[in-house]
């Protein structure tokens, strides 16, 4: 089964900016998005199609993807982007979906 | 303005059953695929099962197939998620979530339910 790698945890300052990795073979071939779910309620999406924002996510938030690895990177940290963070993708030849781990944006 | 609420939730013991509902508003649900996906306590997101907007496909992840039933009733805009011969490890809060089709093959979940708590203890 296919399997999505992101690290448990992240910690950056606010004003800096954090990356958070989703590892994955053939990650290339496939479209990752992403997911913000902070305690108690439901995830709501971030990052789309690797790298398209959905209206109403502030330009903060971008998406990316390199060889096998996909990143969600968000600038200028504030304390209200503490958070736990999901990629997703469809793995078309299991007809399945695939979320990674999670990893938890700590703002010190 | 879109909602899913889930219910059905509740504390059940091992080798129980329970039917979880999601009643769906303010869009046309009959053109929508569906999707649960839970969240054990203090874990990650999973996928749980997958049914297409007309029930003409049903997909489940390996850790329900053969326990869970996914089903619809679009005359009354709901989802279901029979699971039977409950384990602990199903313990979870359940979502349903739609799936939004970007383009012609991408998608992803754009709407969630505020989920339902499933306990599965003796």
């Known amino acids: 089964s296919y399997v999505l790698t992101q690290p448990p945890s992240v910690s950056v300052a606010p004003g800096q900016t954090a990356r958070i990795t989703c590892g994955a073979n053939n990650i290339g071939s496939q479209s990752v998005h992403w997911y913000q779910q902070k305690p108690g309620q439901a995830p709501v999406l971030v990052v789309y199609?690797?790298?398209d924002r959905p209206s109403g996510i502030p330009e903060r938030f971008s998406g990316s993807k390199s060889g096998n690895t996909a990143a969600l990177t968000i600038s200028r940290v504030e304390a209200g982007d503490e958070a736990d963070y999901y990629c997703?993708?469809?793995?078309?030849?299991?007809?399945?979906?695939?979320f990674g781990g999670g990893t938890k944006l700590n703002v010190l | 303005e879109v909602q899913l609420v889930e219910s059905g939730g509740g504390l059940v013991q091992p080798g129980g059953s329970l039917r979880l509902s999601c009643a769906a508003s303010g869009f046309t649900f009959s053109s929508y695929e569906m999707n649960w996906v839970r969240q054990a306590p203090g874990k990650g997101l999973e996928w749980v099962s997958y049914i297409s907007s007309s029930d003409s496909s049903r997909y489940y992840a390996d850790s329900v197939k053969g326990r869970f039933t996914i089903s619809r009733d679009n005359t009354k805009n709901s989802l279901f998620l029979q699971m039977n011969s409950l384990r602990v490890e199903d313990t979870a809060v359940y979502y349903c979530?739609?799936?939004?089709?970007?383009?012609?093959?991408?998608?992803?979940?754009?709407?969630w339910g505020q989920g339902t708590l499933v306990t599965v203890s003796s």
């Open positions: 997703q993708v469809w793995d078309s030849s299991s007809d399945h979906v695939v």
């Open positions: 199609d690797d790298s």
């Open positions: 979530a739609r799936r939004f089709y970007y383009d012609s093959s991408g998608s992803y979940f754009d709407y």
